[in-house]
Structures are given as C-alpha cells and as structure tokens.
C-alpha cells in the first residue's frame, strides 16, 4: 500500500547457514540405527523472517463545508512510496471514508499495523476522476448511488473523514484527514498529505536451506515482520522470487520494487494451508517452478495477507539454495 525506501547494510555470512539452524532439529531414522535423516520439509519460523518498521503521519486538511467546493490534487506528483504520478492521468480513484467510532489517532494506528475493519466504516464516497482531471466536485463523490452532499454529511456525521487517493499500481498512493472546520471550500492534496517512514532489515534473519527441499511449512510462525501476531491460517499467497545480479543489500535498499526488480516470480494460492510444495507455484504465464538448479542468483520467499492494508509481506526471507 505504502511506503518510502528500506535502508541498511547487509548479507556477508547471512546465505551460508546449516540445515539445523534452518529447518529446525534433525529426525532419527530407526531403520538406519540412529543416524539422522535429511530433513524433507522446511520450516518457515520467527526466526527466519526479516523485520520492518512502519510508521506514517496523516496530515489534516482543513475547509469549509459547501456545495460547490472540490477536491484538487494539481499539486499530487508522487505517492507514498516516493515514486512519480501524473496527475492528470494516474489519480484512477478518490475513496472519501467515514469512521464513525474513531478518532484521527486510532484510525492512523489501524493503518500501519493493518486492522481497519469494515465494521468501522460508516459511510464511502468514491469518485472516478475522466483523464485530464485535477480536480473533481465533492457531489461528483458518490454514495451509494447518490450524490455527496458536503453541507449536509459533513457537520451532522462527526467521526474522521480519511480521503484515499488511488492509482493504477498503488490503492493508496496518498492520505489525508479531512477536517471541515473554516478555510475555503476546497481541499488541495499533495505530496505531503501523508508522509511514511519505512525500513526493512534482512540482516537479523536465519535464511532457509532449501537445497534439495521443495516442501515447506509456516505452522510455527507466530509473528509478522512487525512483530504483530498473525494465524498462519490466514496468509493467501506464496511467492518465490528469484533476482539475477542483485544482492540482499540491494533488495533491502529497494524493498518497494521488489515486484518490479524480480527476474522471474512464482506464486500459489495458500489460505487455509500452513505447508506448500514449491514445485506447485507458477509464472504468471501458468509456467512451473523449474527448480533452483545451480543457480547463484539471491531468492526472496515470501508469505502475504492480501486483504491486510499493511504494505509490506507478513513473512519474508531469504533462500539459502546450496549453490
């Protein structure tokens, strides 16, 4: 959803791990009198996942409520992760949300750790700006098949008014608190609407061993990269991503392009499931995983929630492939 750019040294010693500190403790094989047998699934944990911060400032824009005024973002040229807009062609969406049961600090809260919920939302105005538009009148916001009347909802409803600002890569590029107490009619949003403080770091992280391992396991995990709790049971997507001629440290200095700087990606549909066989993930072209070969490109795992409102994956790590 957002961000800026992770910053922060990494990898040396990080890629060469053993199969203990990786995939858990060794299984006894009886039939072969004790000797340990090579695991076949590995385990995806705590200890294996990166860690992140996140934090962002939702600013107020003030104005007077009237039935002429508009909401103008000429002034709108990147979104919170720091890349371009246009704004006369990239702004697709204005969502105008009202919470009716919390405060401007507690819906802030609830969008860095994830949690806003459908219950809290009162009312949605959404507007389709035409190509070519900087700005659109808040009747032209619609509510359930009528018009936003700003006179009538905003002095009678109360609450926070967050404005969403979507683009075609980006279903929050920018955030504003709406407070209609004095000014002019208009409400002008720009890069400084919304500011967001981000950082990965991949340096504490144990990567996983998966040479000749295909199979893994997330039931243990506990914890997102936040350090917030999560129930493995509701990640949606695996993906496994291979980037060829880029380090770790490259990947933790651009971890919002990560998508875009892959060489090749494979994904899987995972709700519901807490073990995934690699080999099951596909290109977006529906081609298989073909395996990690001799390959000594750096491979990036990852487990997301999609519905979550949080930019960044749950779990991420990186693969040791024995290469």
Not at 17 to 26: D, I, L, M, N, R
């Amino acid at each position: 959803m957002m961000s800026l750019l992770a910053r922060g040294p990494l990898l040396g010693g990080l890629l060469a791990c053993s199969f203990v500190a990786c995939t858990g403790e060794p299984v006894l094989d009886s039939d072969k009198g004790g000797e340990t047998a090579a695991p076949t699934e590995a385990a995806l944990t705590d200890a294996s996942n990166y860690r992140y911060t996140l934090d962002v400032v939702i600013h107020e824009l003030v104005f007077t409520p009237s039935e002429t005024g508009r909401i103008d973002w000429t002034a709108l040229t990147r979104d919170l992760q720091g890349f371009p807009i246009d704004p006369t062609t990239d702004v697709s969406v204005l969502d105008l949300v009202w919470f009716r049961d919390l405060n401007h600090e507690q819906v802030q809260e609830a969008v860095v750790t994830g949690s806003l919920v459908q219950a809290s939302v009162g009312l949605l105005g959404r507007g389709l700006p035409s190509p070519g538009d900087t700005s659109i009148p808040f009747t032209s916001l619609d509510v359930y098949g009528t018009p936003f009347m700003p006179n009538q909802y905003f002095p009678e409803l109360g609450g926070s008014w967050l404005l969403r600002v979507t683009t075609p890569t980006n279903d929050s590029a920018m955030l504003a608190f709406l407070v209609p107490t004095e000014g002019g009619p208009d409400v002008y949003v720009n890069n400084d609407s919304a500011i967001l403080d981000f950082a990965a770091d991949l340096r504490a992280l144990t990567p996983v061993a998966l040479g000749g391992i295909t199979e893994v396991s997330w039931e243990g995990l506990t914890l997102d990269g936040r350090g917030t709790r999560i129930d493995p049971l509701l990640l949606q997507e695996l993906s496994l991503a291979r980037y060829d001629g880029l380090t770790a440290e490259d990947l933790e200095a651009r971890f919002f392009e990560l998508e875009s700087l892959a060489a090749a990606t494979y994904t899987l549909n995972v709700y519901g499931e807490t073990s995934a066989d690699l080999a099951d993930t596909v290109d977006s072209a529906g081609a298989p995983f073909p395996g990690f070969g001799d390959s000594t490109s750096t491979w990036v795992l990852a487990l997301r929630c999609l519905l979550c409102t949080t930019p960044a994956p749950s779990y991420l790590t990186l693969i040791d492939t024995g290469a």
